[in-house]
């Protein structure tokens, strides 16, 4: 099992950098950081598939984000809410459900 520590900035980036480029950070509304990715469908439907997909990753990985539906655009977030932060494990998950984007 993955240590659940958040990691540094410094960290994060050369994660991502190595492991999920595609993803960007950000902070929420309490300033807790996050990984992000947008998928954009072409019908709302293909973005309901899109989210189960996700989830059913999410499921089997036992990792679950967030995720924001706004009708044909899916944000798909990672961070760890007992360590308020992004840790190894969110980047693992993030690398894991990459081929879905």
Do not use: C
Not at 35 to 51: C, D, L, N, P, Y
Not at 76 to 84: A, E, F, K, N, Q
């Amino acid at each position: 099992m993955v240590e659940k520590t958040a990691l540094t900035e410094q960290e994060l980036e050369e994660k991502l950098k190595e492991m999920a480029p595609e993803w960007k950070t950000g902070k929420n509304e309490k300033g807790v950081p996050f990984i992000q990715r947008v998928h954009h469908a072409s019908k709302f439907m293909e973005g309901i598939e899109f989210v189960r997909k996700v989830a059913d990753a999410a499921e089997e990985n036992n990792h679950h984000p967030d995720i924001i539906i706004n009708y044909k655009r899916i944000s798909v977030r990672y961070w760890t809410h007992t360590v308020s932060g992004v840790t190894l494990a969110d980047v693992q998950m993030a690398q894991k459900i990459d081929p879905l984007f």
